[in-house]
Protein backbone atom coordinates (compact mmCIF):
# COMPACT_ATOMS: atom_id res chain seq x y z
CA UNK A 1 0.00 0.00 0.00
CA UNK A 2 2.97 2.30 0.85
CA UNK A 3 4.36 1.59 -2.74
CA UNK A 4 1.26 2.90 -4.35
CA UNK A 5 1.26 6.23 -2.64
CA UNK A 6 4.61 6.53 -2.91
CA UNK A 7 3.83 6.20 -6.77
CA UNK A 8 0.83 8.76 -6.77
CA UNK A 9 3.14 11.17 -5.03
CA UNK A 10 5.62 11.07 -7.98
CA UNK A 11 3.22 11.78 -10.53
CA UNK A 12 1.04 14.05 -8.29
CA UNK A 13 4.50 16.16 -8.57
CA UNK A 14 5.39 15.32 -12.22
CA UNK A 15 1.95 16.47 -12.95
CA UNK A 16 2.16 19.54 -10.77
CA UNK A 17 5.43 20.17 -12.27
CA UNK A 18 3.99 20.03 -15.67
CA UNK A 19 0.92 21.80 -15.22
CA UNK A 20 3.14 24.44 -13.64
CA UNK A 21 5.08 24.64 -16.82
CA UNK A 22 1.93 25.05 -18.96
CA UNK A 23 0.39 28.15 -16.70
CA UNK A 24 3.45 29.80 -16.89
CA UNK A 25 4.72 29.55 -20.74
CA UNK A 26 4.36 32.42 -23.04
CA UNK A 27 1.35 31.23 -24.99
CA UNK A 28 -0.81 30.61 -22.08
CA UNK A 29 0.15 34.01 -20.91
CA UNK A 30 -0.53 35.79 -24.15
CA UNK A 31 -3.89 33.84 -24.35
CA UNK A 32 -5.14 34.71 -20.95
CA UNK A 33 -3.97 38.58 -21.78
CA UNK A 34 -5.67 38.59 -25.22
CA UNK A 35 -8.86 37.35 -23.10
CA UNK A 36 -8.89 40.04 -20.85
CA UNK A 37 -8.26 42.40 -23.55
CA UNK A 38 -11.40 41.41 -25.49
CA UNK A 39 -13.36 41.81 -22.11
CA UNK A 40 -12.45 45.27 -21.47
CA UNK A 41 -13.42 45.96 -24.85
CA UNK A 42 -16.71 44.55 -24.84
CA UNK A 43 -17.35 45.86 -21.67
CA UNK A 44 -16.66 49.44 -23.26
CA UNK A 45 -18.63 48.40 -26.55
CA UNK A 46 -21.27 47.46 -24.11
CA UNK A 47 -21.22 50.95 -22.57
CA UNK A 48 -20.86 52.88 -25.33
CA UNK A 49 -23.43 51.37 -27.16
CA UNK A 50 -26.02 51.56 -24.01
CA UNK A 51 -25.22 55.68 -24.34
CA UNK A 52 -25.18 55.30 -28.13
CA UNK A 53 -29.05 53.93 -27.67
CA UNK A 54 -30.65 56.74 -24.98
CA UNK A 55 -29.16 59.26 -27.05
CA UNK A 56 -31.21 57.42 -30.31
CA UNK A 57 -34.16 56.93 -28.13
CA UNK A 58 -34.47 60.17 -26.32
CA UNK A 59 -33.88 62.00 -29.95
CA UNK A 60 -36.59 60.29 -31.35
CA UNK A 61 -39.21 61.16 -28.23
CA UNK A 62 -37.91 64.23 -28.56
CA UNK A 63 -38.03 64.96 -32.39
CA UNK A 64 -39.97 62.24 -33.92
CA UNK A 65 -43.38 61.70 -32.04
CA UNK A 66 -44.68 64.86 -31.87
CA UNK A 67 -44.46 65.03 -35.57
CA UNK A 68 -46.26 61.49 -35.87
CA UNK A 69 -48.60 62.96 -33.35
CA UNK A 70 -49.21 66.35 -35.95
CA UNK A 71 -49.75 63.63 -39.11
CA UNK A 72 -52.15 62.04 -36.84
CA UNK A 73 -53.96 64.74 -36.17
CA UNK A 74 -53.86 66.09 -39.94
CA UNK A 75 -55.03 62.58 -41.05
CA UNK A 76 -58.19 62.85 -38.46
CA UNK A 77 -58.93 66.46 -39.71
CA UNK A 78 -59.43 65.16 -43.23
CA UNK A 79 -61.53 62.54 -42.22
CA UNK A 80 -63.82 64.34 -40.50
CA UNK A 81 -63.73 67.32 -43.12
CA UNK A 82 -64.28 64.51 -45.60
CA UNK A 83 -67.62 63.09 -43.19
CA UNK A 84 -69.02 66.46 -43.33
CA UNK A 85 -68.76 66.85 -46.94
CA UNK A 86 -70.78 63.87 -47.94
CA UNK A 87 -72.88 64.45 -45.23
CA UNK A 88 -74.05 68.55 -45.88
CA UNK A 89 -73.45 68.09 -49.93
CA UNK A 90 -71.58 70.00 -51.86
CA UNK A 91 -71.36 74.15 -50.59
CA UNK A 92 -73.76 76.38 -53.13
CA UNK A 93 -71.96 77.68 -55.77
CA UNK A 94 -71.82 81.79 -54.34
CA UNK A 95 -70.26 80.40 -51.45
CA UNK A 96 -66.88 79.58 -53.32
Not at 6 to 28: C, E, Q, T
Request: hydrophobic share 45%; proline share 5%.
Amino acid sequence: MASKRNGADKFGARDSSILAKIINHDVVSQGRRAACDAVYVSKKLLRSTGKAAWIAGTTFLILVVPLLIQAERDQMLGEIEFQQASILGPPPPGML
